[in-house]
């Protein structure tokens, strides 16, 4: 079956600009998870959804990162006024209980 | 503080040559441990989760175990496919479902 998707797989922009990560879980999983994996660094807890629950967002870095989740499903990843430290990978991830299971990053890469 | 430590940061083995990776984890209270293996410019994929001490899980040349205080993955007689970055990672009972993870260790397998 499909796995979880995301888009883009790469993105360049330069500092100050706006970005948006999206993520498509696998179906029928409820709670879906942001990470951020830095060079040489493990990886970081952004943000988590489950069902219609208030999202954790304990892990959001800045005011500047927010996400939103429509319908239980598709997920988007904004960060607003990119700085050149936001350059990292994105991955999300889904589950229904307990195992996350995650798609291949978007990379972001800020100038 | 919640802390997951994964040794050794690197290691190189000839193609054959058995060994074991560590992850030790000093949480307030361990819901699961999860194994991932994450190959360059991939997102992990799901190995194994162990929920209590003692308990072991095998597939194909891995095999997982749990203490109460760190948890081993061993590679019996590996092959140059085997070569990734193994990342583990631990849940807390707490009811925050997000995952911490170590910073992993680089496996690579000579033939």
């Known amino acids: 079956g499909a796995g979880v998707s995301q888009s883009p797989s790469n993105k360049v922009t330069e500092k100050g600009k706006d970005v948006e990560l999206r993520c498509d879980p696998i179906?029928?999983?409820?709670?879906l998870y942001w990470y951020r994996q830095s060079l040489g660094q493990g990886l970081e807890f952004l943000i988590y959804f489950q069902g219609n629950s208030a999202p954790d967002k304990s892990g959001l870095p800045s005011d500047r990162f927010s996400a939103e989740r429509t319908g239980g499903s598709v997920s988007t990843l904004t960060i607003q006024r990119t700085q050149q430290e936001d350059s990292a990978v994105y991955l999300c991830?889904?589950?229904?209980?307990?195992?996350?299971?995650f798609g291949p990053g978007t990379r972001l890469l800020v100038l | 503080e919640d802390q997951v430590t994964q040794s050794p940061e690197a290691l190189r083995l000839q193609e054959g040559e058995s060994s074991s990776l560590n992850c030790s984890y000093t949480v307030s209270g361990l819901r699961g441990l999860f194994w991932y293996r994450q190959d360059p410019g991939k997102g992990p994929e799901f190995l194994f989760t162990l929920y209590s001490a003692g308990e072991e899980k095998e597939k194909e040349r891995l095999k997982a175990t749990l203490t109460k205080k760190e948890s081993f993955l061993h590679i019996t007689a590996p092959k140059p496919e085997d070569s990734a970055t193994y990342l583990c990672a631990v849940s807390l009972d707490t009811g925050r479902r997000a995952l911490t993870f170590g910073s992993g260790t680089r496996l690579q397998v000579q033939p």
């Open positions: 991830a889904s589950s229904l209980v307990g195992i996350q299971y």
């Open positions: 179906s029928g999983h409820t709670a």
